[in-house]
C-alpha cells in the first residue's frame, strides 16, 4: 500500500492519478470530495497533519509514502513521521525544493525545507528527496490578468528559470515510491532549459494566438501584489527568491528526469500548450 499526502494540490494530485490504477492506494487529505482517483483499490481517509488519530488510520499498513507540507514554519512533517514510524513505513519520499542546495539562500521557506529534510533523514525510515525547481503551474498565477486584460505583471522578467512541469516531478515520486534502489537518493529536479518571464509570456500568446503584454513589476508592486495573496513574512521570503533568480542561481539545468524517466523532461511549451484552456 502506498499513502498519498497533497493529492488534491499540483503534484500530489498527479501521483495518485498515477498510481490509482495498478496500485494499491491510499489517500490523506482534509478535502475528500476532491480526491477523486479511479481505480480497483483506492481508499481516502480525512484528516490531516494535525489530527494523530487521522494520521495513524491512514498510516496503517502502508509501505511507502509520498509527503507533502505546505504550512511554512509548521512541524507537519515530524508529526506525519512520528506517525510513519509508529505504523511501521519502511519508505518516504518527500517534496522537497531545489533552493535547499544554495548557500546564499536563507529565506524563511527554504530554512524551513532544510529543517523538514534533516528530520526525513534522521526519522530512522528509508527516504528519497526530490528538489524540484520552480513549477510551470506557477504561471497559472497570471490567468487571470491574461483573461481580462491580455497582460502578463512579473518581477524580473529577463532573468531565467529552469522551471520543471509538475507532472515530471510526479513521474520520478512514483519511480521513487515503486523501483528499487531509491533509498538515500537525493533528485533536483529541472526542466530542460531555463526561461524567462518574457519568453514564458510568448510562449502564451502564441498557444493562446493572441497578443500579450509583458509589464515589468517593480519591487514596490511586486511587494504589494505579494501581500495581496500571502502573509508578509512569506511574500519577503518570495521577494528573497526572486532576487536569487535574477542573480542567476535558477537557470541550471540537471538531467535527473532524463536519467531517471529515460525520455527529455517536458518543456515550457508543452506544458502551455496542454494548458491553455486555463488561460483562455
Ligand atoms: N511551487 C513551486 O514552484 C515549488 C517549487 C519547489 C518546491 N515546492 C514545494 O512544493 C510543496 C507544495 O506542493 P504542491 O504545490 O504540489 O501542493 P499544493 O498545490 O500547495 O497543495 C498542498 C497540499 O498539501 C495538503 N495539505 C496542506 N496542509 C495539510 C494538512 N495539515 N494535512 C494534510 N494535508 C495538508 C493539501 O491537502 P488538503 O487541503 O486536501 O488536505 C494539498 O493537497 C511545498 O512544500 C513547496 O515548498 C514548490
Given at each position: 500500500m502506498i499513502l498519498v499526502t497533497g493529492a488534491t494540490g499540483t503534484v500530489g494530485r498527479e501521483v495518485a492519478r498515477l498510481l490509482a490504477p495498478?496500485?494499491?492506494?491510499?489517500?490523506l487529505t482534509r478535502r475528500p470530495e476532491l480526491a477523486t482517483f479511479q481505480g480497483p483499490d483506492v481508499t481516502v481517509v480525512r484528516g490531516g497533519f494535525t489530527d494523530p488519530e487521522s494520521l495513524h488510520r491512514?498510516?496503517?499498513?502502508?509501505?511507502?509514502?509520498?509527503?507533502?507540507t505546505n504550512q511554512v514554519g509548521e512541524e507537519d512533517d515530524a508529526r506525519f513521521i512520528d506517525a510513519a514510524r509508529a505504523c511501521g513505513v519502511r519508505h518516504l519520499v518527500k517534496l522537497s525544493a531545489a533552493a535547499v542546495e544554495d548557500p546564499e539562500a536563507d529565506d524563511l521557506i527554504t530554512r524551513w525545507q532544510r529543517e523538514n529534510e534533516r528530520t526525513v533523514r534522521e526519522s530512522g525510515l528509508a527516504w528519497t528527496l526530490l528538489r524540484p525547481r520552480s513549477f510551470m503551474s506557477n504561471t497559472l498565477s497570471w490567468?487571470?490578468?491574461?483573461?481580462?486584460?491580455?497582460?502578463?505583471?512579473?518581477l524580473h522578467g529577463e532573468s531565467a528559470n529552469a522551471c520543471v512541469d509538475p507532472r515530471d516531478i510526479a513521474e520520478v515520486a512514483v519511480h521513487a515510491l515503486t523501483q528499487d534502489g531509491q533509498e538515500g537518493r537525493v533528485h533536483a529536479l529541472s526542466g530542460p532549459e531555463p526561461v524567462t518571464a518574457l519568453e514564458q509570456t510568448a510562449v502564451l500568446s502564441k498557444v493562446l494566438g493572441r497578443p500579450l503584454r509583458f509589464e515589468e513589476l517593480g519591487p514596490e508592486r511586486a511587494r504589494s501584489a505579494l501581500l495581496d495573496r500571502y502573509p508578509e513574512v512569506i511574500a519577503e521570503a518570495l521577494l528573497h527568491s526572486a532576487g536569487r533568480q535574477r542573480a542567476g542561481a535558477k537557470a541550471r539545468v540537471n538531467s535527473a528526469v532524463p536519467a531517471l524517466l529515460g525520455r527529455p523532461a517536458r518543456t515550457f511549451d508543452t506544458w502551455a500548450a496542454d494548458h491553455a484552456q486555463a488561460f483562455a
Open positions: 495498478g496500485r494499491p492506494l491510499r489517500i491512514a498510516l496503517t499498513g502502508v509501505r511507502a509514502a509520498f509527503l507533502v490567468a487571470p490578468a491574461i483573461r481580462s486584460e491580455g497582460v502578463v505583471r512579473a
